[in-house]
Structures are given as structure tokens and as C-alpha cells.
């Protein structure tokens, strides 16, 4: 059982290049979010998905779009990369009220 | 004021130690509280849930939840150099469907041996 997957682990991007992170998972979750964590900080929640087809913003949401054509993927797009962008993305997903699970995140550089 | 309040420290104990670490929230519609456990280069990993007040234990590790005062505990007992990680709080309103999580900026504990 993988759980949450995302991929790639690592990436550095130049300034005002586009890339999707992916998110994958294998538990039949309804509900999936899209987090960035910066240094010192909490986790902000950028995209959530309630269910295939269905997303919406969360606190963070300038600067990317997601969408979620399936139940296990939910990836998340960078189409102008900028330098404020850089930071370590994690996808999580949960069903009901049970707790949300993490994948092991995206190390994104903007240079 | 942020919604949720936790002194990033650093913290560092003697192995064996009895460690608390703490977060304070403003919301009083948060109805359930996590705390996560995250090593370096990993993911958050839940430690502990639990659902309105009171305490909630598992093994070493001590959950408390005192929802007049607004303040939730994790307490780890005989620490180890392995509990060694960032301890994050999170929260969320019973009733939301977006389960949304709001989370401490997390504390960095180190267990020396």
C-alpha cells in the first residue's frame, strides 16, 4: 500500500518556466489538498478537491492551478515559475472525518 | 492573530526526558486536533488524533485537550534520540466538509543521547 506518491522529489526551475507536480494515491480518498511549507512556517493550503471533477482555492491559490480528472490524481500546476514560488509542496488526502495523510512532498527551487 | 499559536523553539532534552510541547487556538468551532510528526525531508506523519476535550494516550506519547482554555498538549515521555523531529499541531472545524486543516508553524525537537 503506497499511500500518498508524489512526484519528482526534487526540481529547480528557471524563472517564468511551467511544470506540474504530480500526486497519486491508492487509497480511494475523496478528498485531496495541495500544501506549501517555507522555512519556519506551517503548511498553507493551496488547492483542495472534494472529489474527480470538483476543486477549488484555498489560502494560497495565485500562481498555480490544479485539476482532478480521477479519483487518485490530483497534480498541480506552476505555469510562470517565479522566485516566490519556491518552497516544498505536499499533497494529502483523506476520507470523512478521518485525518488527512501526506505524501513525502516536492522540493521546488525558482531560479 | 493567527488562528492557531506554536513556539516553533528550538527544543533540545536528555534522552529520557519528559518533553510538552504546546499550541494555543482562537477558533472555537476547531472540534478536532492532530499532531503530526515530521522527520527531515519527509512528509508530516499523524502522531495523535483526537476529537473535542480530554486526553488520548498511545504508548509514550500523551495528547491533551482543554478546549476552555483554547490550548492542546502532546506530552512524550522516556524521550528518545529517534523522537528527534518537528512537531506540528493542526486543527479543524467538525461540520466542514473541506476538513480543512489550520497548523502550527511547529516545533523542532532535538532528543540528544
Known amino acids: 500500500n503506497a499511500g500518498v506518491t508524489q512526484t519528482p522529489k526534487f526540481r529547480i526551475l528557471k524563472i517564468g518556466q511551467s511544470m506540474t507536480l504530480q500526486c497519486t494515491q491508492d487509497?480511494?480518498?475523496?478528498?485531496m489538498y495541495w500544501y506549501r511549507q517555507d522555512p519556519g512556517m506551517g503548511l498553507k493550503l493551496i488547492y483542495y478537491?472534494?472529489?474527480?471533477?470538483?476543486?477549488d482555492k484555498g489560502e494560497v491559490p495565485n500562481g498555480y492551478n490544479v485539476s482532478r480528472s480521477t479519483t487518485e490524481d490530483f497534480p498541480l500546476r506552476l505555469e510562470l515559475a517565479a522566485p516566490s514560488q519556491t518552497s516544498v509542496y505536499f499533497c494529502a488526502s483523506k476520507t470523512g472525518d478521518q485525518p488527512q495523510h501526506f505524501g513525502d512532498g516536492t522540493r521546488l527551487s525558482i531560479l | 492573530q493567527k488562528e492557531v499559536e506554536q513556539d516553533p523553539g528550538p527544543l533540545s532534552v536528555p534522552e529520557g526526558a519528559i518533553v510538552s510541547l504546546n499550541c494555543t487556538y482562537s477558533?472555537?468551532?476547531?472540534?478536532?486536533f492532530m499532531w503530526y510528526r515530521q522527520y527531515s525531508r519527509k512528509g508530516p506523519e499523524l502522531l495523535m488524533y483526537?476529537?473535542?476535550?480530554g486526553n488520548k494516550e498511545d504508548g509514550r506519547f500523551t495528547a491533551q485537550v482543554d478546549k476552555s482554555s483554547k490550548y492542546i498538549s502532546l506530552f512524550i515521555r522516556d524521550s528518545q534520540p529517534s523522537d528527534s523531529a518537528t512537531y506540528l499541531c493542526a486543527m479543524s472545524a467538525r461540520g466542514s466538509t473541506l476538513g480543512r486543516l489550520y497548523f502550527g508553524r511547529g516545533t523542532q525537537l532535538t532528543v540528544w543521547p
Open positions: 477558533n472555537s468551532a476547531f472540534q478536532y
Open positions: 478537491s472534494v472529489g474527480a471533477g470538483i476543486t
Open positions: 487509497m480511494n480518498h475523496n478528498y
Open positions: 483526537t476529537y473535542s476535550s
